[in-house]
């Protein structure tokens, strides 16, 4: 396996709405409760190892950062490593669901020389929406749905189950995932033209169908160091089946095996009014 590097820059903006705080001598004459004024603001530093492209055989390294919002006073709520950077329009409810983002890197020549003849793939950018459900405090289903611009311009769909277990300063999570992906996107990156068979004389044309793209799971785990700061590891892994894993680009210069690692660490600090 070789390694490259890329780098991509991600910052999504959640921001929770703020309460306004009750002076302490308007207590004798109202029943609102004091609520904390302002919000408490979460830088994170992320890096990752991964393919260098869906269905590659060789990984790259990416890091990024990420911020997020949530109210003062409010508990941070549960987010699965891989979940797509997310605000929700709904909070303290067993349903949430909101808006939600993703990065997809491209497949460039220079990561892979065997892919000579095959058409450049730009990174791409993924807005959509996401729903999550949870039935009982220790298991999260989630569903995003979300459409591609720049680099692919089709629909994909991501499933994911979460058992959660909270064990003092740690939270560890496991679960499966189901990706599914429309004709759209598994032409961009799994499908090969006649044209770029040609000029690439390894691979045959390919024209693949939408459908669910890969099956895997995720597993996680946190530590609180303090109220401040806090650190994630993880591994992903994705199986891709149907066309997906049935494409030249996957047997010829991939694999149908997709592994992931993944380190978050976390600095939490509060704002005033």
Known sequence: MRFSKSLALVTFFAVGSAAVPVQAADLLFSPEPIVPAGWIVTVKGNLKVGPSYPGADDFSVFGFPSLSFRRAGTQ?????????????????????????????????????????????????????????????????????????????RGFVADLGLDLVQTL???????????????????????????????????????????????????????????????????????RLVGDAADSPIVKRFGSENQVGLGLTVSYSFGTGR
């Open 76 to 152: 941070e709520r549960f987010s699965a490593p891989d979940d797509g950077l997310s605000f929700s329009f709904l909070e303290d409810s067993a349903v949430r669901f909101g808006v939600v983002g993703r990065f997809q890197g491209g497949r460039y020549l220079k990561d892979d020389r065997r892919l000579f003849g095959l058409e450049k793939i730009d990174w791409a950018v993924e807005p959509g929406v996401f729903v999550e459900y949870w039935p009982v405090a220790f298991l999260r289903a989630r569903a995003e749905l979300r459409h591609g611009v720049n680099g692919h």
């Open 168 to 238: 003092g300063a740690f939270t560890v999570s496991v679960g499966p995932r189901l990706a599914l992906g429309d004709s759209e996107f598994m032409e961009t990156y799994f499908g090969v033209t006649p044209f770029e068979a040609a000029l690439n004389g390894q691979v045959t044309p390919y024209k693949p169908s939408g459908g669910v793209t890969s099956v895997g799971a995720t597993a996680g785990v946190s530590y609180n160091w303090s109220e401040q700061w806090s650190t994630t590891a993880y591994v992903t892994y994705k």
